[in-house]
């Protein structure tokens, strides 16, 4: 490879992309999109679910134990209803995700030792809400219930009997159980996928759209030197856009960065790597800029946006799915990018998934060099 061809083809694309502005907005105004867009839309976390009350009783014990819903930052109570029907029209009409009721024999029963029935009616349309709110429900419940029982020990004058067993919880990585800190890092990887993708994609297309592409095969330039010299720039955009990533996520979204920035910067290199050489195989094979942009979207953000692990757990997709997500790039960045940001996991416990993204790096190069052929053809 001779140096002077190849800082030559760097110096070619480097005035391209200047020249180009709307793709110079796009490698800075897109990665600050997506992030705000991702980090502020894209929430599993599930807070004041809106609530309807139709409480029968209608007593000093009943409120006090929809104090205990109304306290929780989970729940909302909007609206007392007076009537069923009215509780019915509200789920049917999305005013309200949960509705309680409480029978008119509520304090009876408690203060016999009965066993009282609270419906709970819960609007499934959305299943992940539903199977929230119930399990916020149940334990309020139960918390209510604990209060209950130490009530009668005190009024009966016994002694409080201690559970046999106890557990003790402690979160560790994500200690508010907050859906943001596990986002926003998995966008970044959707991010370079994306924007490494889609600007390689027009580096050869382009060259065939503007009648170059016969200056271009007439020099004594090679393939690996031209490959070489158009994806150093965009490679340097990509490492500029992931710190600027980075940065968003520790200092905007307050994500913490437990992990070392050596094993970061070096996982990113192998996924621009990956990404950076794919765009260029799709855009040596289409000749149309349109066509590249859109091969190059469809091959790197669908599958890193849905079979990387981002938004659905691998382990619970089904098996043959699974498998296919072994060759998904994007799938082992996500796991480092996580692993580094969160747990802060050394080099050594990474070393599989790094090498898997240093074969895919490997294998893509050696297809881009081979991609371009010096052919009008």
């Given at each position: 490879m001779?140096?002077h ?6 110096r070619k694309?480097t005035l391209q992309?200047?020249?180009d ?17 991702f ?5 599993f976390d ?9 409480d029968?009783a ?6 006090d ?17 007076d ?11 999305g005013a309200?995700?949960?509705a ?10 408690l203060?016999?030792?009965?066993l009282?029935?609270?419906?709970a ?7 992940n ?6 399990s916020?429900?149940?334990?309020i419940?139960?918390?209510?219930n ?7 020990v005190q009024?009966?004058?016994?002694s ?6 106890s557990?003790?919880t402690?979160?560790?990585f994500n200690?508010?159980?907050e ?5 926003v890092p998995?966008?970044?990887a ?5 924007i490494g993708?889609f ?6 297309a382009?060259e065939w759209?503007r009648g170059?592409m016969?200056q271009l ?10 490959m070489v010299?158009k994806?150093?720039?965009?490679f340097a955009?990509?490492?500029f856009?992931t710190?600027?990533?980075?940065s968003?996520?520790i200092?905007?979204?307050?994500v913490?960065f ?6 970061f910067?070096l996982s ?5 790597l990956?990404v950076l050489s794919?765009g260029?195989v799709?855009?040596v094979l ?5 066509a590249?942009?859109?091969a190059a ?9 849905l079979?990387s692990?981002?938004?659905?757990p691998?382990?619970?997709?089904p098996?043959?799915?699974q498998?296919?997500?072994?060759l998904?790039?994007?799938?082992y960045?996500?796991?480092i990018i ?5 747990k ?7 070393l599989d998934?790094?090498l898997?993204l ?7 190069t050696?297809?881009?060099t081979?991609a371009?052929r010096?052919?009008?053809a």
């Amino acid at each position: 490879m001779r140096w002077h061809r190849f800082v030559a083809i760097i110096r070619k694309e480097t005035l391209q992309i200047r020249r180009d502005l709307p793709s110079l907005l796009i490698t800075v105004a897109m990665p600050v999109l997506l992030m705000l867009a991702f980090g502020f839309g894209v929430r599993f976390d599930v807070k004041h679910i809106p609530v309807y009350v139709y409480d029968r009783a209608g007593n000093q014990q009943s409120q006090d134990f929809l104090k205990h819903f109304q306290a929780s930052e989970y729940f909302h109570i909007v609206k007392a209803v007076d009537n069923y029907p009215a509780l019915i029209e509200a789920l049917d009409a999305g005013a309200c995700r949960l509705a309680i009721v409480i029978p008119t024999d509520f304090s009876e029963q408690l203060s016999v030792g009965g066993l009282v029935g609270v419906q709970a009616l819960v609007d499934a349309t959305d299943n992940n809400t539903a199977n929230i709110s119930l399990s916020y429900s149940e334990a309020i419940v139960q918390t209510y219930n604990q209060h209950l029982r130490l009530d009668w020990v005190q009024r009966h004058g016994g002694s409080t009997l201690q559970p046999p067993l106890s557990i003790d919880t402690r979160t560790w990585f994500n200690e508010n159980l907050e859906s943001t800190a596990n986002i926003v890092p998995g966008v970044i990887a959707i991010i370079m996928a994306v924007i490494g993708s889609f600007l390689t994609s027009l580096t050869i297309a382009r060259e065939w759209e503007r009648g170059t592409m016969e200056q271009l095969v007439s020099t004594p330039i090679t393939p690996l030197e031209l490959m070489v010299g158009k994806l150093v720039p965009y490679f340097a955009i990509g490492l500029f856009d992931t710190a600027l990533c980075a940065s968003l996520a520790i200092w905007w979204f307050e994500v913490p960065f437990r992990g070392q920035w050596t094993v970061f910067f070096l996982s990113c290199t192998l996924f621009l790597l990956v990404v950076l050489s794919l765009g260029y195989v799709v855009s040596v094979l289409a000749k149309s800029q349109l066509a590249a942009s859109q091969a190059a979207l469809i091959a790197t953000f669908l599958p890193a946006y849905l079979l990387s692990g981002f938004l659905y757990p691998i382990d619970q997709m089904p098996v043959v799915i699974q498998a296919i997500t072994h060759l998904i790039p994007a799938r082992y960045f996500m796991t480092i990018i996580r692993d580094v940001f969160l747990k802060g996991t050394p080099l050594v416990y990474l070393l599989d998934d790094l090498l898997a993204l240093a074969l895919f790096a490997a294998l893509l190069t050696i297809l881009a060099t081979r991609a371009f052929r010096k052919k009008l053809a």
